[in-house]
């Protein structure tokens, strides 16, 4: 069965603080892994889309890797700010679908305290 | 430019009675797609179309769920009847291209008491 975990499913960390939120997926072949922020009572925001062949991909202060032996992302958020309190969604793309084959993790809840 | 539209933000109604959600895409993008998110299950895609054609509403839960898209820059999602299990937040998203960043509405809240 297709899926993909993420973990923690909640992280609480300090402003300034760096944390890396782990993806890890069992669907294969794919075509491309996405990482999305979600905030309170908002729509999800792309941060990065990544390819089976690219390594990392960075947005800003959001860095996100990929191992696709490992079948494994992780969401690297340096610096936090209050601002990245948010939900954070890994979602994989298989290769042969559409979208409608796209597989949602179930997020994981980041809360940065000052 | 003003990003996907939604409408209502909220919704409140009564078990029985039919919702109608409404969605304006991004002007220009050809990808229309309808989520639920709900704690339980997290998002879910429901339906797409392309070039204001349905390609796949197989995530569509019933047969009391309708989509439409009557022309490019609007779209709707029925439900009729409505049941209190369809209670979640329901999100319009656009693209321009296969593979390309997805542009998330703010979504509408529906509560079926």
């Known amino acids: 069965k297709n899926q993909v975990e993420q973990s923690p499913q909640s992280l609480i960390i300090l402003e300034g603080k760096n944390c890396t939120l782990q993806?890890?997926?069992?669907?294969?072949?794919?075509?491309?892994l996405r990482w999305y922020k979600q905030d309170t009572g908002r729509g999800p925001v792309s941060l990065t889309i990544?390819?089976?062949?690219?390594n990392t991909k960075s947005n800003g202060r959001y860095t996100a890797t990929l191992d696709a032996d490992t079948k494994q992302s992780s969401l690297h958020i340096t610096a936090s700010q209050l601002s990245d309190s948010a939900s954070y969604i890994c979602?994989?793309?298989?290769?042969?679908?559409?979208?409608?084959?796209?597989?949602f993790g179930a997020g994981t809840r980041l809360a940065v305290h000052p | 430019d003003a990003g996907v539209i939604q409408s209502p933000r909220h919704e409140v109604t009564e078990m029985g009675q039919e919702v109608t959600l409404r969605c304006k895409p991004i002007?220009?993008?050809?990808?229309l797609f309808w989520y639920r998110q709900t704690m339980m299950r997290g998002l879910e895609l429901l339906i797409y179309?392309?070039?204001?054609?349905?390609?796949?509403d197989s995530g569509m839960p019933e047969d009391r769920f309708s989509a439409k898209m009557p022309n490019a820059s609007f779209s709707t999602l029925k439900i009729q009847p409505s049941e209190p299990r369809d209670s979640a937040v329901y999100f319009c998203?656009?693209?321009?291209?296969?593979?390309?960043?997805?542009?998330f509405g703010p979504g509408t809240r529906l509560t079926v008491l």
């Open positions: 998203a656009s693209t321009g291209e296969r593979g390309d960043t997805q542009y």
């Open positions: 002007s220009g993008h050809d990808y």
């Open positions: 179309f392309n070039n204001n054609v349905p390609i796949d």
């Open positions: 993806c890890n997926y069992t669907v294969s072949p794919f075509s491309n």
């Open positions: 979602v994989v793309s298989p290769f042969s679908g559409g979208y409608n084959k796209l597989i």
């Open positions: 990544m390819t089976f062949s690219e």
